[in-house]
Every structure is written in structure tokens, then in C-alpha cells.
């Protein structure tokens, strides 16, 4: 196969005719750009862009995000997870107003000092918001260039993510930063698949050493992943007077911020009653009895999976309630007020399906 060195021109002249329409494309400010490629890490465009329209709509500048309550921000967030994103950007927002005069740093150097803002990320905010000419070296430039090169080590290896950042700061300099890293994005989004690639699309093929040696589905390298764990988790509905009992997760854990149904983890050789009971002890104070089953709820989070049973519950000793950890009783047309994670969003949704008073 003769190749043809223009390859990164011919990226960029394919990206502004297949470009796919997104908001953040058409009026590229810095905040916008930032916005977006945060909400975008982990998540697919079409689920994001309600999200940033939504986002913009109740935020549209940097000082107001920075003057927001946390609890408004993870509230706009629920539903698209890796709430830690939410977190960061808020908290990235005010070090930007009080301390930048509410103006994003414009450099890739600079853009890592703020929370959440990874090499990745103020990559991309640095090329496009900026013109910087950084390469945003992620998944889809990894798959991309590894095929084009034909570069046969696993992509979890970091040295591999370091030569494809180093070959690309050669080319992207000699070329508009943000076109071509928008245009890697796009075509490892569109055309360059995990499975099953769109070889004859593509505006590089005559350099991809993968379709030339017909390696496309070899290439890029992944090292099988450890089995993913699972774990049993037990919660209660507690009721007094029509209200439920919601907790608020802690500073530091995991879904820190937002909003659940109290109980816990599934210990060895326990009952998930006895799991509800004894968490509910732990987390409240309050002895409780267990009157219905809500349902069994699934959920799957990156790093491990989960199986929730809920069951309402009644309290036998509601004075007892612990005053040191936020909580609040809340009538159920209320929950949709609070941010929730999306396996307690579940049983939310099962709660307006049915005549709770019935069952309390």
C-alpha cells in the first residue's frame, strides 16, 4: 500500500464535512468547552447533550456555577454517574472566579491545576477552547493511533499513551490543534469502533497499518480484565407520618453529596433482613421492623456491581434518630427535589407506582 503523508489534512478536511452538530461546537467559549468535555468523560454525546443544555441553561456563565449550591449542581447531574466530575467543576468553577477574575487558564499547564482537570481534559480544552496544539490522547486517540501505527502493546501500558502523546505533538503543531483533535475524537467515535470499523470511510485508510495488514480487530491491545466484584445491599424505607427517612452520603466516599435510602452492604453469613436491621442501627440509631418488600433492584458501576433489596420498615424508636448525620424526612412527591444515585432513582420511580400510604 503507497502511503500518503497528508493524512492529518485529510483528517481534518473529512471532520468539517462529517462533523456531527453538538451546541458546544457552535459557539466554542472556553466555559462551554470546559463544561462539556467534563460531562463528556465516560459518557456518550447523545446521552450529554441534554445535559449541557440543561446545564447552560441554569448556569451560563462560570460566576454563576461558582455561586450555585452543590446540591443544585448534583441535582442537574443525576443520572449521567461519576458524580465526582459535578463535584470537581463546581469546586473548579470558584477557584476560577475568586481567585482567576473568571477567566479559565488558557494553557494545558496551567488548565491541570484545577480540580478534575486531567491531561485528557485541559488537552481538550487547551486545543479548542485555546489553540494550543496538545494532542488529547484518550481512548479514542489510543484505538486510532495504535491501529494507524500498528503499535502492538496493550493501551493500558502507560508508555504507549506517552509515545502516541509525543509522535502527535510533531503533527499537531503543524496543523489547526482544534479540527484535528476533534476530528480524532470524532472519527474514533464514528468510524474507528471497537468492533467492527468502518475501514472503507475512512480518510486515513491508505496509511492504517492495521487494514493493511488486516489487523483491525487485533489491534489495540487489551489486557482482560480481573473478574468484576458483586455485592448484596439491604435498605430500608423508614416512614413516620407519611414522610420517608433520606440520608446524605458523606464527604470523601464514593456519591459523596447525593441523597439514598439508609442500609448497607450484605455482610457473610447475614440475611439481608438482618443486614437492613443491622445497618439501619449502625447508620441511624433506630431499631426497626420490617413490614414489606419494595423490590430487588440491579445496577452495574464500573468497578463492581450490585443487587439492592429494598423493604419498608417502621421505627420503634423514632426519638433515637442520630442528629450528627445529615438526614431529612421527606413526603414521596418531594424525592425528585433531592440528587440521587440512579439504582435509589429506581426505587423512586417504583414509589410513585404504587399507594405508599397503603402499605404504611
Not at 29 to 43: C, D, F, G, R
Not at 68 to 88: F, I
Not at 210 to 239: C, F, M, N, R
Not at 302 to 314: K, P
Request: glycine share 6%; net charge neutral.
Amino acid at each position: 500500500m503507497t502511503k500518503q503523508r497528508d493524512w492529518p489534512q485529510r483528517l481534518i478536511h473529512w471532520y468539517h464535512a462529517h462533523k456531527r452538530i453538538m451546541p458546544w461546537r457552535e459557539d466554542p467559549t472556553p466555559y462551554k468547552v470546559w463544561v462539556s468535555e467534563m460531562l463528556l468523560q465516560q459518557t456518550q454525546v447523545v446521552t450529554v447533550i441534554p445535559y449541557f443544555e440543561r446545564f447552560l441553561t441554569a448556569f451560563p456563565t462560570v460566576f454563576d456555577l461558582s455561586r450555585a449550591d452543590e446540591q443544585d449542581v448534583l441535582k442537574l447531574w443525576e443520572g449521567l454517574g461519576y458524580y465526582t466530575r459535578a463535584r470537581n467543576l463546581h469546586k473548579a468553577s470558584k477557584i476560577v472566579v475568586n481567585e482567576l477574575g473568571g477567566n479559565l487558564p488558557d494553557s494545558f499547564a496551567l488548565l491541570q491545576s484545577l480540580p478534575g482537570l486531567g491531561a485528557y481534559a485541559a488537552a481538550a480544552v487547551a486545543s479548542i477552547a485555546f489553540g494550543e496544539p496538545v494532542p488529547s490522547v484518550d481512548g479514542n486517540f489510543l484505538r486510532v493511533f495504535t491501529r494507524l501505527w500498528g503499535i502492538k502493546e496493550p493501551i493500558s501500558n502507560a508508555k504507549v499513551k506517552k509515545d502516541v502523546f509525543t509522535r502527535l505533538q510533531n503533527v499537531i503543531s503543524c496543523v489547526d490543534p482544534s479540527a484535528f483533535n476533534q476530528g480524532v475524537m470524532e472519527l474514533g467515535a464514528t468510524l474507528c469502533k471497537v468492533k467492527n470499523p468502518l475501514c472503507a470511510q475512512c480518510p486515513i485508510l491508505l496509511d492504517c497499518w492495521a487494514y493493511d495488514h488486516q489487523e483491525t480487530d487485533a489491534i489495540p491491545i487489551k489486557i482482560k480484565s480481573h473478574t468484576v466484584p458483586h455485592i448484596e445491599v439491604g435498605v430500608a424505607l423508614v416512614w413516620n407520618a407519611g414522610r420517608v427517612l433520606i440520608t446524605r452520603r458523606p464527604e470523601g466516599k464514593m456519591l459523596a453529596g447525593l441523597w439514598e435510602f439508609p442500609g448497607g452492604k450484605q455482610e457473610p453469613s447475614e440475611t439481608i433482613k438482618e443486614t437492613i436491621i443491622r445497618e439501619l442501627k449502625e447508620e441511624t440509631n433506630l431499631d426497626v421492623l420490617l413490614i414489606s418488600e419494595v423490590g430487588v433492584y440491579r445496577h452495574a458501576y464500573s468497578h463492581f456491581t450490585l443487587r439492592l433489596h429494598a423493604w419498608h420498615v417502621s421505627a420503634i424508636n423514632l426519638e433515637a434518630l442520630r442528629t450528627d448525620a445529615p438526614s431529612t424526612w421527606v413526603l414521596v412527591g418531594e424525592l425528585g427535589n433531592y440528587p440521587f444515585p440512579e439504582v435509589d432513582r429506581k426505587i423512586i420511580r417504583d414509589l410513585y407506582k404504587i399507594d405508599t400510604i397503603r402499605i404504611i
